[in-house]
């Protein structure tokens, strides 16, 4: 899949390995018997919502890219 789509976000990436981390123990699927009345839980599900998208939004083709740009730029610097 890797070899063939570049395109691939580091969300599907995770989600095809291990599925992605839960930043915490309240947003797993078991729940948390506190969710209902924890002011924290929603900071939490809005902090996770925004990590899935960062995730979503990473491609493979741009860290490629954006490792290859850096790699030449620091040895730009060096000569």
């Known amino acids: 899949m890797l ?12 989600q095809a390995l291990d599925g992605v981390p839960e930043l915490n123990v309240c947003l ?3 729940g948390c ?7 924290a839980h929603e900071v939490w599900g809005l902090a996770q919502a ?8 990473a491609t493979l083709d741009q860290l490629v890219a954006e490792t290859r740009a850096r790699q030449a730029a ?4 060096r000569a």
Request: glycine share 6%; proline share 3%.
């Open 28 to 30: 797993q699927a078991s």
């Open 3 to 14: 070899a063939r789509d570049r395109a691939v976000s580091l969300l599907e990436i995770l």
């Open 74 to 77: 620091q040895s730009a610097g």
């Open 33 to 39: 018997h506190r969710s209902p009345w924890c002011g």
């Open 50 to 57: 925004r990590m899935r998208e960062t995730l979503a939004a």
